[in-house]
């Protein structure tokens, strides 16, 4: 069924009976000539370009709980492409490209908002840093702006630009940058991917893979054997443990990343803003509520909730630099597990193991790359090859000193 004005319309008048599930919920094959492990936002636009993109049909994505459940439901809904280094600044202005045309591509209201991201800028020395950084955006196709802090004031009065620690002197947009409803972003492409055929099984745990003489045959999952001839894996924050299954020990590590949502206001916040002097992030969600997050709970952890002291930590962040949030009422709070690499910067790659492929260490950054990842990692399972835009995002970068150390903060997962 199309989605359309009219189709809305068409059901109003006839009481609603007409509209069907979104997706279908088959039993699964015995075999599958592609298995995607994951129904989070990567797995599912991976089905989706496989069967849109590549012609592939027979493809199952096997989801351990419900779809939406991970953290594409979870995410502080940020999109952009303000990256610095030639391994991701093509990448991520690919997946920004295929945000401006997803709504019509795949046929479903994502509420995708170009309201614009505004990294501010408190020292002359962060000046210099985020002019070459819009600089490179620039040369990369992507759209950069450096702001004045009177630029700024017009935008964001409410700010506190005399901060006697962190003042305002600036800021760097990207106009093309800012949200996207995450859970509609999974219901977008698990629906477009069933209609062209892809099986997507919800409660179906992938507990083991079935390899022989280095080649993966399969899947076992809590609901039997699944033969696939391609296995891929996108299970985000489990990347470890389910790859661990396998026989690999990767270079991620998975920490808790909590976000917040306060009571809603009238529009405040026009765009995204991050706090350039402390880890601190925001914008407001069209209901009104302030949407907001910062760092890392600091510790390994597979649990989806996070602790106080790191609440603590995000409301100064928020209030040096917004000191009217302190008078707002913060209504929910909730975490998902992140796979941290140990340079920041994803991984899209096969295994050495015949017909087993790998996409992970998303970190803080995944659901902006969510159309990108799915894209690439479709290309690599159905051609072998990896897509121009993500030739940097191997395993061996580390073995050969090839970091994408995109904030130059070292091997150390929770920095980056
Ligand atoms: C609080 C928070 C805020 C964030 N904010 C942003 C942001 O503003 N912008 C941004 O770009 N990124 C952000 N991120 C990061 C982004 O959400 C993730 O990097 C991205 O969503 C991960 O990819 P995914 O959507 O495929 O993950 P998920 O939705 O987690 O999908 C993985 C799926 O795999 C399933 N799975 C795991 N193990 C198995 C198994 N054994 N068998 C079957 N299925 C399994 C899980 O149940 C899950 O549904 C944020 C993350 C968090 C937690």
Redesign the pocket.
Known sequence: MRYSGFRVLQQALTGHKGWQPAWRDPAPKPRYDIVI???????LATAYYLARQFGQANIAV????WIG???????????RSNYMLDGNEPFYEFSLKLWEGLEQDFNYNAMVSQRGILNLIHSDAQRDAFTRRGNAMILNGADAELLTAEQVRREYPFLNFDNARFPIKGGLAQRRGGTVRHDAVAWGYARGADSRGVDIIQN???TGFRIENGTCLGVETSRGFIGAGKVGV?????SSR?MAKAGMRLPIESHV???FVTEGLKPVLPGVITFGAGHFYCSQSDKGGLVF?GDLDGYNSYAQRGNLPVVEDVAEGGMALFPGLGRVRLLRMW??I?DMSMDGSPIIDRTHIDGLYFNGG?????????PASGWCFAHLLATDTPHPTATAYRFDRFKRGRMIDEKGMGAQPNLH
């Open positions: 492990i994951g129904g989070g936002g990567h797995g096997l989801e351990k709980g459940g991970g953290n594409v439901g979870r995410n502080t809904t940020i999109i179906c745990e992938v996108a299970v985000a924050g489990n389910m990343l909590q976000a997050g975490g998902g992140m998303w970190c803080y950054g995944g659901f902006k790359a969510t």
